[in-house]
């Protein structure tokens, strides 16, 4: 007797199943219409199954040809069943391999199903004889035939596509196809007289059902997919605005050089006050929307992921200069009171990122100085030695901030309180930047605010001690600082030093130049790489400026070249970039530059690099200079013109010499008699004879 208990059980659950799935979801996707097609071909293998081992139990009460239908029936729904069990597992993958697996499985059912039909004639396959005795036929071993090649492709489908499923799916469905092997095996082997093969197949469509099937997993994972799909197509589109950011700001900071270049021309060269403030204007606006392109680009740095730190050792002191020398006046300015408050035991010298350590703290107080009107503004900067931090707190009494407007604070490209602060010029990109900053650096902005009444931002960033001996009392350190700054700063001037620049931008050369012109220095120009590498091997040179933005050679090719041919074995090579990102100078001086000077040039920028790089025995010491003036001042008072003036008071005499220009040198005689002894030694433009004065 076949035990048929497992099956049974099976039964009803299946039937439960396909039941529940049915009533409680009767809309499915197209993989779910699949699932539950194959636990209804499972179901009706159950029902079969039973019956068939029931009848082969009595066989020798029924007549044969009933018990070899209904094994027919039986061997055609499991057929059915593992049509549909490729099929659904085809319905995951879905590729051009596997329609073409589904086309063959079709044509191996209905031979295998025609097979079957010749079967109940012939007995080739299986028959029962007149006991009711199953009688295996001589090619029985084809009934499984179609079994172990379903299983077989089941497998090879799986291998071929495994990419395209989710890890839990693919674990699942080697989880079932386990168990529909194990079911086979088992009743083969082990428990022939056991019904398994059926009972697994429920156990199998369970496991799916569970992990895969479940049609709230179902929407779920749609709605996952969904998301996944829609933020990559955001990501993409983020990630291109920044793109298009960067390479905006990129380009506009190369016009921006020659304007902001020329302008600085405009004002050494103009007298006019009108035109100076003009120029000034244009430098004031230059210089913001500087600002503006590098707020863009650190943003975009950000948002891409590719900023980085550059951390250096520092003098946190000197940080603090450049703070104080770019805040406090413009704070005085406003007739605000500037409030500086340092911690005597910061260390002296730091390791971080100098420069974004100082656009923090430039950024929270340039802002706490926009939005105050009266009052004053307090930069407190402490060191807190147990979690190694400096802390920057910046605190103002300006129109402080609205508590439902705290939130939107740190996010890109908000401004609060639109209608008060229409007059203020801001992108709200600063705190966004700073904040992204700080978080880097291990620390955090924190804000209290009082709506009309002030604000307190504070920074906290971690920092390296290098040296720990304490900065002291900053106060003094800052009127050294400033005393310094009030001196007079020396002159370069440097006429014998030779120098090349390079750029393919004829204005960027001549703006270079002109920037350059009261050094003296001896300066050639070349517009593309070829010609740099003509002039290095034609003439000798202290220092190159080498742009990298060129067409054909770019900078860092010319470089190649040069030092290749050895051109600037002893020469430093400065590269001129637009690229004002941090961490810029570090690649170009992997790449063999000697330094970074970045567009647009400014002078005391350009007069560092050049202090620097230029053989000091170059640039003419202050005595020097002054003794040349002296020499040419000679020269040229030598050269001038002379006007003969006969004046007989000292009155008169007084007043023609107030008359006669720079451009001649006046001679004064009292009389004839001593103008015509003049005369016969030296030449005159012209003589004035006879002067009257004002009287
Ligand atoms: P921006 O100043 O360029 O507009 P920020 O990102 O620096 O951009 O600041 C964003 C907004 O936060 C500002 O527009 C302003 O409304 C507000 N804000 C920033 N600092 C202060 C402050 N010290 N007091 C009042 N409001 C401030």
């Known amino acids: 007797m076949y035990n048929i208990y497992f099956e049974l059980a099976a039964t009803g659950f299946t039937a439960i199943l396909l039941l529940y799935l049915h009533i409680e979801y009767p809309k499915a996707s197209e993989n779910n219409k699949i699932y539950r097609q194959w636990v209804a071909w499972i179901l009706a293998g159950q029902i079969v199954d039973v019956i068939a081992s029931r009848m082969t139990d009595y066989g020798y009460m029924i007549p044969p040809i009933l018990n070899i239908l209904v094994n027919t029936v039986y061997f055609m729904v499991t057929a059915g069943c593992f049509f549909c069990l490729v099929r659904y597992l085809h319905s995951l993958v879905k590729g051009r391999f596997s329609d073409f697996y589904i086309r063959f499985l079709k044509v191996l059912c209905v031979i295998?199903?025609?097979?079957?039909?010749?079967?109940?004639?012939?007995?080739?396959?299986?028959?029962?004889?007149?006991?009711g005795t199953y009688v295996h036929g001589p090619v029985y071993f084809l009934i499984y035939v179609l079994q172990i090649l379903v299983i077989f492709m089941s497998i090879v489908l799986l291998l071929s596509y495994r990419k395209k499923l989710e890890k839990r799916q693919l674990a699942a469905i080697w989880l079932f196809m386990l168990i529909i092997v194990a079911g086979f095996v088992l009743q083969a082997g082990l428990f022939p007289k056991t019904l398994l093969v059926f009972y697994n197949f429920a156990l199998a469509a369970m496991t799916v059902l569970f992990v895969m099937e479940t049609p709230d997993y179902v929407k779920l994972t749609a709605a996952l997919k969904d998301a996944a799909e829609q933020?990559?197509?955001?990501?993409a589109a983020n990630q291109a605005k920044s793109n298009f950011l960067a390479n905006m700001s990129h380009e506009i900071r190369t016009p921006m050089n020659a304007i902001i270049g020329l302008d600085e021309m405009i004002l050494r060269e103009a007298d006019?006050?009108?035109?100076?403030?003009?120029a000034l204007d244009i430098r004031s606006a230059g210089n913001t929307l500087l600002s503006i392109i590098n707020d863009i680009l650190d943003l975009s740095k950000i948002e891409s992921g590719k900023m980085e730190l550059v951390p250096v050792e520092y003098d946190f002191s000197s940080v603090l200069n450049d703070i104080v020398n770019m805040t406090m006046k413009k704070a005085q300015e406003k007739g605000l009171t500037y409030e500086l408050e340092v911690d005597p035991d910061i260390p002296s010298v730091l390791y971080g990122d100098e420069i974004r350590i100082r656009q923090i703290i430039l950024n929270l107080t340039n802002n706490a100085i926009k939005y105050t009107a009266e009052g004053s503004v307090h930069v407190a900067v402490l060191w807190r030695k147990e979690d190694s931090r400096l802390i920057v707190s910046v605190r103002d009494t300006g129109m402080g901030i609205r508590p439902e407007d705290l939130d939107r604070l740190f996010s890109s490209f908000q401004r609060l309180d639109e209608?008060?602060?229409?007059?203020?010029?801001?992108?709200?990109?600063?705190?966004?930047?700073?904040k992204q900053l700080a978080e880097m650096m291990g620390g955090e902005?924190?804000?209290?605010?009082?709506?009309?009444?002030?604000?307190?931002?504070?920074?906290?960033?971690?920092?390296?001690?290098?040296?720990?001996?304490?900065?002291?009392?900053?106060?003094?350190?800052?009127?050294?600082?400033?005393?310094?700054?009030?001196?007079?700063?020396?002159?370069?001037?440097?006429?014998?030093?030779?120098?090349?620049?390079?750029?393919?931008?004829?204005?960027?050369?001549?703006?270079?130049?002109?920037?350059?012109?009261?050094?003296?220095?001896?300066?050639?120009?070349?517009?593309?790489?070829?010609?740099?590498?003509?002039?290095?091997?034609?003439?000798?040179?202290?220092?190159?400026?080498?742009?990298?933005?060129?067409?054909?050679?770019?900078?860092?090719?010319?470089?190649?070249?040069l030092k290749q041919r050895h051109l600037c074995d002893n020469i430093p090579v400065i590269v001129l970039t637009a690229d004002a990102i941090v961490g810029a100078r570090d690649s170009?001086?992997?790449?063999?530059?000697?330094?970074?000077?970045?567009?647009?040039?400014?002078?005391?920028?350009?007069?560092?690099?050049?202090?620097?790089?230029?053989?000091?025995?170059?640039?003419l010491t202050q005595e020097q200079i002054e003794a040349e003036k002296n020499e040419r001042a000679k020269e040229a008072e030598k050269d001038k013109p002379k006007v003969l003036v006969i004046c007989d008071s000292t009155e008169k005499l007084n007043q023609a010499k107030a008359l006669i220009t720079d451009a001649y040198k006046g001679v004064f005689v009292k009389d004839e008699a001593q103008a015509e002894k003049y005369l016969k030694k030296h030449e005159v433009a012209f003589v004035i004879r006879d002067f009257k004065g004002e009287e």
């Not at 933020?231 to 990501?235: E, G, I, Q, S, W």
């Not at 209608?419 to 700073?434: A, F, H, M, S």
């Not at 647009?600 to 640039?619: A, G, N, R, T």
């Open 112 to 131: 295998y199903v025609a097979f079957l039909i010749v079967n109940i004639f012939t007995g080739w396959l299986f028959t029962f004889d007149e006991t």
């Open 231 to 235: 933020r990559k197509r955001a990501d």
């Open 272 to 278: 006019r006050p009108k035109v100076r403030k003009f």
């Open 419 to 434: 209608t008060k602060n229409r007059n203020i010029e801001g992108t709200g990109l600063g705190l966004n930047i700073t």
């Open 445 to 561: 902005v924190t804000v209290e605010s009082v709506y009309g009444e002030g604000s307190c931002f504070t920074a906290s960033m971690e920092q390296k001690v290098v040296c720990d001996t304490p900065i002291g009392d900053y106060t003094k350190h800052l009127e050294e600082a400033q005393s310094k700054n009030e001196e007079f700063r020396p002159q370069l001037v440097a006429p014998n030093a030779r120098i090349l620049i390079v750029d393919d931008n004829e204005m960027n050369l001549e703006v270079i130049t002109e920037l350059m012109r009261e050094t003296e220095m001896k300066i050639r120009t070349a517009i593309s790489g070829k010609e740099c590498i003509a002039e290095l091997e034609k003439n000798e040179f202290d220092l190159v400026f080498l742009d990298q933005m060129m067409p054909e050679l770019s900078g860092t090719d010319t470089l190649k070249l």
């Open 588 to 619: 170009y001086v992997k790449a063999g530059f000697t330094d970074y000077l970045s567009k647009p040039v400014m002078y005391p920028q350009l007069e560092e690099i050049l202090m620097k790089y230029i053989d000091p025995s170059l640039i």
